[in-house]
């Protein structure tokens, strides 16, 4: 039962993370976007991660993905849709993606464990929240401390890049 | 001094410079771009007191952080071509006004200055980093701090395609360093580098395939971060629109700090030889391809900027040559001598580039058509930077190749020294492009002698510090070796 519900969903991300690629239309590429991310949450979900799963829907499906809308209906993007296809972007394209789609396959396949059922992970005590809370601001903090600078330099860069007129 | 209060301090200085630039309204805006270097230089000195003992073994940050010889050294590496980048930053100011979207004298040049600092935090934080989330994180704010620098003169096209191009194969790049790391962290169960060299030895050899595919992704992430072929194609495009303090940066401490953190990850997998000999040979190949490639793509170019950038690939055969030869044992020296070497070299050639920029409004090759009737000692300045960025004899940069090729003789990479020794003779025309466009081309049609280009006072005195030390290096190399990890 687990096993097809994975199935399911993998094949539907990688089907509608596909379309965004080659929808034409912004709008369709974005909605295919968050539908890949939807499907994204369930696989989270099918491996207990369920305050992943969530917060993958409520952050990226939800909020970034809405403000993707807006700028795309904002700037309407139109020309987009009657842009030519060419042969040797295709070509090429195309041998990048089988070339690492083999390997991918070829890895997988001389992986013996790679067909195994991984063992279950102990469980710890209290709930999902708080251990990720804990496990961040305690064992991972320094990185969230650098992850903090990051935040402040895109920030000081939108409001450069995007303000109209510099003060 | 604990070591890691280094990059505090640095953040805090470019914290309050951010708030004065915010509340400070009617000083002038250099007072920030010298602020941001007194900030620098203070952390610089501060490097010397630091005492790694100083560090709690017991806290989480000991297993993300390291202060060893390695990373202190490029720690001030990173600081001293931080320091140049924001001298330059400063003289380079008013061609940055001019495609500023503002009415307002100074508007937008704070934040320019404040950047470099937060950038600079992060690549020290590089060189320290000891597991692959600190390497992410810390590479990423790198990262971010460069799209938004390159993209920086928005009026200007050029450099906004600069940010667009560089924004999207840069996160692709991120993309794929990801990626592998997550195979490397779901095979091995581990981030950091220490834990991943304990388990690579023990690790059953069936699952070894997958830690390598890992490896590879990683590799092909950090060959983006120092320019090696194939994947330069940002490179020359980035480097021409970028402007051209950021442009020095990018060439000099980004690609620096790739390279520790290519020896660092290398240095984790080479306890297992299935590992070792892939990399080494994965390495030599793409070296071969680098030198070849950024050498003959120099030779037709027209712009200044654009051939530093096919250049700047080709130094970064040189040193994935030395980092192929890393069994030979003096490959480490050959490559931090060659960075410190490449650092003064390439400041020098690209603060002349801004000076004569600022002055005559371009920076083609045939805007130095006649500069040493002009301007003979800037003109002598760029002589010697473009001389020993070629590798000619009794300039430092002869000495840089010289290590470099020694050390790939000593691995036996005899096929590699022979690539090598071409791309240089090519590199040989190319960079006296620039010396004929100086001393043997007349002027351009409607100029005088007598426009000089101004240079300041403080970008003269960097001009000069840099050419005695390319001059002292190529005669007397020894005391960078004292200070090398």
């Given at each position: 039962?687990?096993?097809?519900?994975?199935?399911?969903?993998?094949?539907?991300?990688v089907?509608?993370g596909a379309?965004v690629v080659l929808?034409?239309?912004?709008?369709?590429?974005?909605?295919?976007?968050?539908?890949?991310?939807?499907?994204?949450?369930?696989?989270?979900?099918?491996?207990?991660?369920?305050?992943?799963?969530?917060?993958?829907?409520?952050?990226?499906?939800?909020?970034?993905?809405?403000?993707?809308?807006?700028?795309?209906?904002?700037?309407?993007?139109?020309?987009?849709?009657?842009?030519?296809l060419k042969v040797g972007a295709w070509l090429g394209g195309g041998a990048v993606l089988a070339g690492f789609v083999y390997t991918i396959l070829h890895v997988?396949?001389?992986?013996?464990?790679?067909?195994?059922?991984?063992?279950?992970?102990?469980?710890?005590?209290?709930?999902?929240?708080?251990?990720?809370?804990?496990?961040?601001?305690?064992?991972?903090?320094?990185?969230?401390?650098?992850?903090?600078?990051?935040?402040?330099?895109?920030?000081?860069?939108?409001?450069?890049?995007?303000?109209?007129?510099?003060? | 001094?604990?070591?890691?209060?280094?990059?505090?301090?640095?953040?805090?200085?470019?914290?309050?410079?951010?708030?004065?630039?915010?509340?400070?309204?009617?000083?002038?805006?250099?007072?920030?771009?010298?602020?941001?270097?007194?900030?620098?230089?203070?952390?610089?000195?501060?490097?010397?007191?630091?005492?790694?003992?100083?560090?709690?073994?017991?806290?989480?940050?000991?297993?993300?952080?390291?202060?060893?010889?390695?990373?202190?050294?490029?720690?001030?590496?990173?600081?001293?071509?931080?320091?140049?980048?924001?001298?330059?930053?400063?003289?380079?100011?008013?061609?940055?006004?001019?495609?500023?979207?503002?009415?307002?004298?100074?508007?937008?040049?704070?934040?320019?200055?404040?950047?470099?600092?937060?950038?600079?935090?992060?690549?020290?934080?590089?060189?320290?980093?000891?597991?692959?989330?600190?390497?992410?994180?810390?590479?990423?704010?790198?990262?971010?701090?460069?799209?938004?620098?390159?993209?920086?003169?928005?009026?200007?096209?050029?450099?906004?395609?600069?940010?667009?191009k560089?924004?999207i194969l840069g996160a692709l790049s991120t993309g794929v360093l990801?990626y592998g790391?997550?195979?490397?962290?779901?095979?091995?169960?581990?981030?950091?580098?220490?834990?991943?060299?304990?388990?690579?030895?023990?690790?059953?050899?069936?699952?070894?395939?997958?830690?390598?595919f890992?490896?590879g992704l990683v590799l092909i992430s950090?060959g983006f971060?120092?320019?090696a072929v194939p994947f330069q194609f940002w490179?020359?495009?980035?480097?021409?629109?970028?402007?051209?303090?950021?442009?020095?940066?990018?060439?000099?401490?980004?690609?620096?700090?790739?390279?520790?953190?290519?020896?660092?990850?290398?240095?984790?997998?080479?306890?297992?030889?299935?590992?070792?000999?892939?990399?080494?040979?994965t390495?030599?190949?793409l070296?071969?391809m680098?030198?070849?490639?950024?050498?003959?793509?120099?030779?037709?170019?027209?712009?200044?900027?654009?051939?530093?950038?096919?250049?700047?690939?080709?130094?970064?055969?040189?040193?994935?040559?030395?980092?192929?030869?890393?069994?030979?044992?003096?490959?480490?020296?050959?490559?931090?001598?060659?960075?410190?070497?490449?650092?003064?070299?390439?400041?020098?050639?690209?603060?002349?580039?801004?000076?004569?920029?600022?002055?005559?409004?371009?920076?083609?090759?045939?805007?130095?058509?006649?500069?040493?009737?002009?301007?003979?000692?800037?003109?002598?300045?760029?002589?010697?930077?473009?001389?020993?960025?070629?590798?000619?004899?009794?300039?430092?940069?002869?000495?840089?190749?010289?290590?470099?090729?020694?050390?790939?003789?000593?691995?036996?990479?005899?096929?590699?020294?022979?690539?090598?020794?071409?791309?240089?003779?090519?590199?040989?025309?190319?960079?006296?492009?620039?010396?004929?466009?100086?001393?043997?081309?007349?002027?351009?049609?409607?100029?005088?002698?007598?426009?000089?280009?101004?240079?300041?006072?403080?970008?003269?005195?960097?001009?000069?510090?840099?050419?005695?030390?390319?001059?002292?290096?190529?005669?007397?190399?020894?005391?960078?070796?004292?200070?090398?990890?």
């Open positions: 039962m687990q096993l097809a519900i994975f199935w399911i969903f993998a094949f539907f991300m089907f509608f379309l929808l034409r239309n912004p709008v369709s590429s974005a909605m295919s976007l968050v539908l890949s991310f939807l499907f994204l949450a369930g696989l989270f979900m099918t491996l207990d991660a369920f305050f992943i799963g969530i917060i993958q829907v409520l952050v990226y499906a939800g909020a970034v993905m809405v403000l993707f809308l807006f700028i795309i209906m904002l700037l309407d993007l139109k020309s987009e849709k009657q842009r030519k997988v396949g001389r992986m013996p464990g790679a067909e195994q059922a991984m063992p279950v992970l102990p469980g710890g005590v209290g709930s999902d929240v708080a251990r990720i809370g804990w496990v961040l601001f305690e064992r991972y903090n320094m990185p969230l401390q650098v992850v903090g600078v990051l935040l402040l330099v895109a920030t000081v860069g939108v409001v450069i890049l995007s303000r109209k007129e510099l003060k | 001094m604990n070591p890691i209060l280094l990059e505090t301090i640095l953040v805090c200085v470019g914290f309050l410079l951010l708030l004065a630039e915010a509340f400070a309204g009617g000083v002038r805006k250099s007072v920030f771009g010298y602020g941001a270097m007194v900030g620098v230089f203070g952390v610089f000195v501060l490097t010397f007191w630091i005492d790694a003992a100083a560090m709690n073994s017991e806290a989480a940050y000991s297993v993300y952080y390291s202060a060893d010889d390695l990373a202190v050294f490029f720690k001030r590496f990173v600081l001293l071509a931080t320091f140049c980048v924001l001298l330059m930053a400063v003289e380079f100011a008013p061609v940055l006004q001019k495609y500023l979207p503002s009415s307002a004298g100074g508007a937008g040049l704070g934040e320019f200055y404040c950047l470099p600092l937060f950038a600079c935090a992060g690549m020290m934080w590089l060189v320290s980093a000891t597991d692959f989330i600190m390497i992410f994180v810390s590479l990423e704010l790198v990262t971010v701090s460069f799209y938004v620098m390159v993209a920086y003169m928005r009026k200007n096209a050029l450099s906004l395609e600069a940010g667009v560089y924004l990801v790391i997550a195979w490397i962290f779901g095979i091995l169960g581990t981030t950091n580098l220490v834990g991943i060299s304990q388990a690579v030895a023990v690790l059953p050899p069936e699952k070894s395939v997958g830690v390598l890992g490896l950090l971060k120092v320019a490179v020359p495009d980035v480097y021409q629109g970028a402007p051209t303090p950021v442009t020095a940066y990018l060439s000099v401490a980004s690609k620096a700090v790739g390279f520790v953190v290519l020896m660092r990850v290398m240095d984790a997998f080479f306890v297992a030889p299935y590992y070792g000999d892939r990399l080494l040979s390495v030599a190949f070296a071969g680098t030198m070849l490639l950024g050498n003959l793509a120099a030779i037709p170019q027209t712009n200044f900027k654009r051939l530093l950038a096919y250049s700047s690939v080709a130094h970064a055969g040189y040193l994935l040559m030395a980092l192929a030869s890393v069994a030979s044992g003096g490959a480490g020296y050959a490559i931090a001598f060659y960075l410190v070497v490449y650092l003064i070299m390439t400041m020098l050639a690209f603060a002349v580039t801004i000076v004569v920029s600022k002055s005559l409004g371009g920076d083609n090759i045939s805007d130095f058509n006649g500069l040493s009737k002009r301007n003979p000692w800037l003109a002598l300045a760029m002589a010697i930077g473009v001389l020993s960025l070629a590798g000619l004899p009794f300039t430092a940069g002869f000495f840089g190749k010289f290590f470099v090729f020694v050390s790939a003789l000593d691995a036996g990479l005899y096929w590699l020294v022979g690539i090598g020794a071409f791309s240089v003779a090519c590199g040989f025309y190319y960079y006296l492009k620039v010396l004929r466009a100086m001393y043997w081309l007349p002027l351009s049609i409607g100029e005088s002698e007598n426009t000089r280009c101004s240079i300041s006072l403080p970008l003269g005195a960097l001009l000069v510090v840099l050419v005695v030390l390319t001059l002292a290096l190529g005669v007397f190399p020894s005391p960078v070796f004292a200070l090398m990890p």
